[in-house]
Nanobody
Framework: VQLVESGGGLVQHGASLRLSCAAS????????MGWFRQAPGKEREFVAA????????SYADSVKGRFTISRDNAKSTLYLQMNSLKPEDTAVYFC?????????????????????WGQGTQVTVSS
C-alpha cells in the first residue's frame, strides 16, 4: 500500500490543522493506521493510532485532548485533526499502515509495529 500525506504547513501557536493521508494500492480497511512525527535531531515518535474499523483509538500523552485521529474507509483516507497547536508540535508528520492482527484495537505505539510509511508532511508552529 502507498501512503501520501498532505495538509501540513506553517501556523501560529493555538491554531488548528488537519492532516490527511491517502492510501492506494491495497485494501485500506484491512490495515490499522497510525500517525508518527519526527522533529530535527530526535527519534520518530508515536502520535496516534486507530483500529481497522475506526472503533478504537490511542494517543500519546502529549497530544491527548488536542489531536483526533479518524479514518474514512470508503475514501481510503486517514486524518489527524490537530487543535491548540504548540511550538513543540513542530515536526515532520508521517502516516503509517500496520498489518496488526488484532482487528479490535490499535497497534502498539512503536515504529516497529507498522509496515508501510508515507513520505511525511511538515508542520511548523510558530510561537
Amino acid at each position: 500500500v502507498q501512503l501520501v500525506e498532505s495538509g501540513g504547513g506553517l501556523v501560529q501557536h493555538g491554531a488548528s490543522l488537519r492532516l490527511s493521508c491517502a492510501a492506494s494500492g491495497g485494501t485500506f480497511s484491512i490495515y490499522a493506521m497510525g500517525w508518527f512525527r519526527q522533529a530535527p535531531g530526535k527519534e520518530r515518535e508515536f502520535v496516534a493510532a486507530i483500529s481497522r474499523s475506526g472503533g478504537r483509538t490511542s494517543y500519546a500523552d502529549s497530544v491527548k485532548g488536542r489531536f483526533t485521529i479518524s479514518r474514512d474507509n470508503a475514501k481510503s483516507t486517514l486524518y489527524l485533526q490537530m487543535n491548540s497547536l504548540k511550538p513543540e508540535d513542530t515536526a515532520v508528520y508521517f502516516c503509517a499502515a500496520s498489518q496488526y492482527t488484532n482487528v479490535l484495537t490499535p497497534p502498539p505505539a512503536e515504529v516497529g509495529a507498522y509496515d508501510y510509511w508515507g513520505q511525511g508532511t511538515q508542520v511548523t508552529v510558530s510561537s
